[in-house]
């Protein structure tokens, strides 16, 4: 049964496609159930007039209201537009998000290099930090500054996950960031004589880290659906290498330009406050599951429900396991290859002392390219095969491992070809960077996404970067024995650093297995976000508007 009903400023039709333009509601709407306001252009309702009228479109007030007569507004040049790309990822018709979703991406990828930027400038310090803290020949101990960092990292993840998929996320990052900021600052004016103080520190200012990583993902993932989400993924994940690259040589810098490796870490705090109000007067929080689902949100669940489902998605859990992988590769050799070259460089008689900023130019170039290609890989190939994030992701890790073994094994003969092989393996590393939260995504429903990140990071780094960096400094004090030649301190690092081959291999088995549950898993996510709307359906009307995909209005208010 069509309705056809004419307000004061604008056209409501009720049937298979209902259109409302300016403000369709009198007065008398005040106390009725439903309202609609439509801001400059007409809307398309996807819904059947039995449906509206079965809600109350029929109650009295609400007629009366749409019954005064008015000239019909032509509504021909208002239609939905055509989906610009559709891929495997994402059965989403993918819309232009508007100007503020890339603006909010931009600041959230600033941010994002500031951490890392800060988070490396330790490892261009380091043996500047050991002579301060008189631990010059103990390299378990110097280890433990970044596993202290990622333990408490890793351990209020998963509180921040908590917290990202129920309370407004852009108050928590703002408020971690200010405590990063404060907890860096606080680390430079440690006295020689207090090691352990400075530890402790350190392990703050990962707190501080955590509660932005773990949550600015899912705000892109909000405001981005398929190719185009990939792609801002992408630029998201460049901050990764580039803010690493920066931090070596950035840090290293000042540090030689103050005679100080302190005065690394007093730049960034002041960078950090700045970045807080960018989230605070510029970000707009979209709604959890906006790029997919609209505006209207999806219920959370019980945290034990949420954590139950993360098991039972095999997807989830072989991308995980391949995370830590990585993970513990990257934390290893973060630390230790700028400690290895320079070792080289002393064992050949070479007084150069920029092995910071050709490691920091490496790792930038190394990460522009593999992020870029990896990401630009895996779209082209999602065209052929509907599994291309997970095998992309295990041909990088497999392919990583022999460069990573030529330039270990070569580094003190051949300094230029170690430099060019860790250059490709690094390249490799980084295929993975921006698919690995872009497949848990795609697995994910939203409102469960903050949650499954935090769970992945605690994994990541319980098990990856917080142990690698201790056993690795560990295992080359044990080989080394009572060796200090610059050769055997060289070589016993260099026989450590072989584990790293044998885990970038096993990442790669695990993200083989994963590509042969996506596309079940990715099914079953995009099956639950159609429940969730039928059901939502069944007590309003599903609103469809030029600019996103679906708005729901419901008993007391109208969201559009």
């Not at 030029?546 to 969201?559: G, H, S």
Request: charged letters at 15%.
């Amino acid at each position: 049964m069509p309705i056809s009903s004419r307000g004061n400023a604008g056209t409501l039709r009720v049937g298979p496609s209902v259109c409302m333009g300016g403000d369709v509601v009198g007065d008398a709407l005040s106390n009725t159930r439903y309202a609609g306001v439509c801001e400059s252009q007409p809307y398309t309702v996807l819904t059947v007039a039995k449906m509206a009228a079965s809600k109350g479109i029929e109650d009295e007030p609400l007629l009366r209201s749409l019954d005064s007569p008015v000239e019909e507004r032509p509504i021909d040049n208002h239609v939905l537009p055509e989906p610009e790309d559709h891929d495997f990822a994402s059965d989403v018709p993918i819309t232009n998000p508007g100007r503020r979703a890339y603006i909010s991406t931009i600041i959230l990828f600033l941010i994002n290099l500031l951490n890392y930027v800060d988070r490396y400038t330790i490892a261009a310090n380091l043996i500047a930090i050991q002579a301060t803290y008189g631990i010059k020949d103990n390299d378990s101990l110097a280890g433990l500054v970044q596993t202290v960092f990622i333990i408490g990292y890793m351990i209020t993840s998963p509180v921040f996950g908590f917290l990202g998929d129920r309370y407004p996320r852009t108050i928590t990052m703002s408020a971690g960031i200010l405590f990063w900021a404060a907890m860096t600052l606080s680390g430079s004016f440690v006295p020689d004589n207090m090691f352990w103080l400075f530890v402790l520190i350190r392990g703050l200012v990962g707190v501080g880290e955590a509660s932005y990583t773990t949550i600015s993902v899912t705000i892109i993932g909000d405001l981005f659906v398929g190719n185009r989400r990939t792609q801002m993924l992408m630029f998201y994940y460049f901050a990764v290498p580039v803010g690493s690259g920066l931090g070596y040589i950035a840090g290293k810098g000042i540090a030689e330009a103050f005679q100080d490796w302190r005065w690394a870490l007093r730049v960034t705090p002041a960078l950090g406050v700045l970045s807080v109000l960018c989230i605070l007067f510029i970000i707009k929080e979209p709604t959890r599951g906006q790029a997919e689902t609209g505006n209207h949100a999806i219920a959370s669940q019980r945290y034990l429900e949420d954590l139950k489902a993360l098991l039972k998605n095999k997807t989830y859990l072989f991308t995980t396991l391949g995370f830590t992988s990585i993970a513990w590769v990257v934390g290893g050799l973060a630390l230790w290859l700028v400690k290895l070259m320079e070792l080289v460089y002393d064992y050949n008689g070479w007084k150069d002392t920029s092995v910071s900023f050709i490691f920091g130019a490496v790792t930038c170039a190394a990460g522009f390219l593999g992020v870029a290609l990896g990401t630009v890989g895996a779209q082209a190939y999602r065209r052929y095969n509907p599994r291309a994030d997970a095998l992309v992701c295990a041909f990088g890790n497999i392919l990583a491992a022999p460069f990573l073994f030529v330039g270990l094994t070569f580094a003190a003969t051949q300094v230029g070809l170690a430099w060019a092989v860790i250059l490709l393996g690094e390249i490799c590393l980084f295929l993975n960077w921006a698919l690995v939260p872009d497949i848990l995504m795609q697995v994910l429903i939203p409102v469960r996404r903050s949650t499954g990140n935090g769970m992945q990071l605690l994994s990541g780094h319980l098990l990856g970067d917080a142990l690698s960096p201790y056993i690795l400094g560990a295992v080359a004090d044990s080989i080394r024995g009572g060796g200090q030649t610059y050769f055997e301190r060289y070589q016993s690092l260099a026989y450590s650093l072989y584990m790293a081959v044998f885990f970038s291999v096993i990442g790669g088995g695990f993200f083989l297995a994963a590509s042969l549950t996506i596309e079940g898993d990715r099914e079953h996510m995009q099956a639950t976000l159609r429940d969730c709307q039928q059901t939502e359906a069944e007590q309003g009307i599903i609103v469809v508007s030029p600019v996103q995909p679906a708005t729901i209005i419901t008993n007391e208010d109208v969201i559009i």
